[in-house]
């Protein structure tokens, strides 16, 4: 009689052990190389730089629309044309290079450009800055905000309260809270470039 060979339940060969733990280790690094292609893939799509946070895009088209204004005079609102021009131009001489292109507000009021849609439409805006005045007293109430023309969605908004009296703040204050919702950094030298009035 041969002897009969007892094979317990559970028991690995080595021959087998070994074949499993090459599987393993393939498997781990296919893993691997697969986390490595698709981590930096999904962090871009997930996580943007400062120059691209909330929804911004890498290539910016914009478009600052004239200021409304509510409740004023004929001055306040050749002021909220002026404030736009203002805004275009600043924003332009901050912008690092074609990363940021602003469509000259001349062009938008020839066209009689009032929407953020129709910016879109006519001149391929993929962001617009909209704005209005609130005339009260000796004070303007002044909101602006950063809008994605194709969902009309605000990215960013924010209200001033400022004296009528001091329109250059008012320019400038305009000027540096525009530049921080695109994610532009104002340093010391462009920030007294932004306040020079001329």
């Not at 962090?43 to 946070?53: A, D, I």
């Amino acid at each position: 009689l041969s002897a009969t060979r007892k094979i317990h339940p559970g028991t690995i060969s080595p021959h087998r052990k070994a074949k499993l733990v090459i599987i393993a280790g393939l498997a781990l690094a296919v893993l691997a190389l697969l986390l490595f292609i698709l981590v930096p893939a999904v962090r871009r799509h997930f996580v943007r730089t400062p120059s691209t946070s909330h929804g911004l895009p890498e290539q910016t088209e914009l478009a600052v629309l004239p200021f409304s204004v509510i409740g004023g005079s004929p001055a306040d609102s050749a002021f909220g044309r002026g404030l736009a021009e203002t805004v275009a131009a600043k924003l332009t001489q901050l912008s690092p290079g074609p990363s940021l292109m602003v469509v000259p507000v001349s062009d938008l009021t020839s066209q009689q450009i009032t929407t953020a849609r129709a910016a879109q439409k006519e001149f391929g805006a993929n962001l617009v800055l909209t704005g209005f005045i609130e005339r009260m007293g000796n004070l303007f109430r002044i909101s602006y905000s950063l809008v994605d023309p194709v969902s009309a969605r605000q990215i960013h908004a924010q209200t001033l309260t400022l004296a009528a009296s001091d329109p250059f703040g008012i320019e400038d204050r305009v000027v540096e809270g525009s530049a921080r919702m695109l994610g532009l950094a104002v340093r010391t030298a462009e920030r007294q470039e932004v306040e020079s009035h001329g």
